[in-house]
């Protein structure tokens, strides 16, 4: 099932082109978030460690920022709750941002598999939406390549990757292991056929998601300080 996430509509000038408008909506980000020193992700796979917690305004700030500096829509495939529309509408400054958020969610492990395994037909999907939607309001170019990333992935994301792998009673343990392989293998074609970042969390560290960590292109680690979250 895929979803739009949901905010107040915000007045957006039409005119104005996509890294000004991002710009723009970056000055006007919810200022909770400002203090928050976020990196920013590069392409391939980025596994993102969070101190004590799932880390979901974590994640979501990441989303939301690399959206605010970046065009194209994110494509997120949800486990355990993390794409929370509520949260999201609260940090994002438009609605319009929202509406570049796919939302797909998994809620068991063949769901999930099949969700990673759908996306480059949800893509495709967005592209020709998207492209359509261009030709018919007639908008200028601004410059770039007929298929930009305006129109292309600009991220994708998965938080607690293990998550319905792991917790799924009806797989043995082999089964999990292999579905998983399968749907980091995906991942990872993802990130080097769209060449974009997908930002993966894991539940728990532990022996099944050392594999979450060798296929990861880059590490982060947030700790939780007096002064909020540190990256490393």
């Known amino acids: 099932m895929r979803e739009h996430s949901t905010s107040n509509q915000l007045a957006i000038d039409q005119s104005t082109r996509d890294a000004d408008r991002n710009q723009n909506l970056a000055d006007q980000a919810n200022p909770a978030t400002e203090k928050m020193l976020l ?11 969070v101190e004590g917690g ?22 997120w495939v ?23 958020i796919h939302v797909a969610r998994g809620f068991t492990a063949y769901q999930h598999y099949g969700a990673v395994y759908d996306l480059s037909s949800a893509v495709n999907q967005s592209i020709q939406k998207s492209t359509a939607n261009t030709d018919i309001r007639g908008r200028q170019s601004s410059g770039r390549d007929e298929y930009s990333s305006a129109h292309t992935p600009s991220l994708i994301v998965a938080p607690a990757v ?27 074609a993802y990130a080097d056929g769209y060449d974009v970042p997908v930002l993966l969390t ?31």
């Open 202 to 232: 894991r539940s728990t560290v532990d022996e099944f998601t050392k594999p979450v960590a060798r296929a990861a292109d880059h590490l982060l680690e947030c700790e939780q300080t007096r002064m909020g979250p540190r990256f490393v």
């Open 39 to 49: 990196p920013s992700l590069d392409d391939g796979i980025t596994l993102l460690d």
């Open 162 to 188: 293990d998550a319905q792998y792991r917790g799924d009673d009806s797989l043995n343990e082999t089964h999990a292991e292999t579905l998983q392989a399968r749907t980091l293998a995906r991942l990872a």
């Open 78 to 100: 949800d486990a355990n709750g993390h794409a929370t529309t509520t949260s999201l509408a609260q940090m994002a400054p438009s609605q319009r941002l929202l509406d570049r």
């Open 54 to 75: 799932r880390g979901v305004p974590i994640i979501q700030s990441l989303v939301l920022d690399h959206l605010l500096l970046h065009d194209g829509p994110a494509f």
